[in-house]
Structure formats: structure tokens, C-alpha cells
């Protein structure tokens, strides 16, 4: 069974940073993309960065500069790292695994913005 799992959402005032992490298991995931995707409410859900099985990465306007994704394979892990956060920024994170047969989504960690 293909589980997404993520963590490090929270909390934090405008300018400040956090950290996600999305850890995979039932699955390897080194050939597929991963990315990160949020929703905020009242609003559709959003691709804010993604990154392809080579590393070749994508980044949303709105965050581009602020925010980086990375991927670490030998553990099935993928984070992104987002700094200078803005009130904008608050929604619910969810990671997306892509691979040539179906996509994963995981569950989702809120992240809060405060101004």
C-alpha cells in the first residue's frame, strides 16, 4: 500500500520560515516527479513546486525565490524548505508523487501564516 505522509506544517509569523517533509513508503519513488501542491480556503488547489526523478525543478511565481524543493531518493523523501513566508502563504500542503501508472497525494499538513 502506496502511503504519502507529511509533516512539518505549523504555525509561524509572517517572515518567518518552515520545513516540510513528505516521506513515501510502499512504493520507490526515484523515477517518478514529485511536487508540492496547497490549497487555501475557498480556493482551488495550487501547484507550488515540483521536481523531476533528474532534479529538474518548477516553481510557482508567487514563491519563486522563497521556496525550494529537494528530493532525497535513498530515502524516499521529499521536502520543501520555505522561507520569508507571507499571511498568503497559509494553506493546507499536500505532496504529490507522479509515476508512469497513477499519482499518490498525500493527506496534507496545514501551514498558518500570521501578519
Known amino acids: 500500500q502506496v502511503q504519502l505522509v507529511e509533516s512539518g506544517g505549523g504555525l509561524v509569523q509572517a517572515g518567518g520560515s518552515l520545513k516540510l517533509s513528505c516521506a513515501a513508503s510502499?512504493?520507490?519513488?526515484?523515477?517518478?516527479?514529485m511536487g508540492w501542491y496547497r490549497q487555501a480556503p475557498g480556493k482551488q488547489r495550487e501547484s507550488v513546486a515540483t521536481i523531476t526523478s533528474v532534479g529538474r525543478t518548477n516553481y510557482a511565481d508567487s514563491v519563486k525565490g522563497r521556496f525550494t524543493i529537494s528530493r532525497d531518493d535513498a530515502k524516499n523523501m521529499v521536502y520543501l524548505q520555505m522561507n520569508s513566508l507571507k499571511s498568503e502563504d497559509t494553506a493546507v500542503y499536500y505532496c504529490?508523487?507522479?509515476?508512469?501508472?497513477?499519482?499518490?497525494w498525500g493527506q496534507g499538513t496545514q501551514v498558518t501564516v500570521s501578519s
Open positions: 510502499g512504493i520507490t519513488f526515484r523515477n517518478g516527479a
Open positions: 504529490k508523487l507522479v509515476t508512469g501508472v497513477r499519482d499518490y
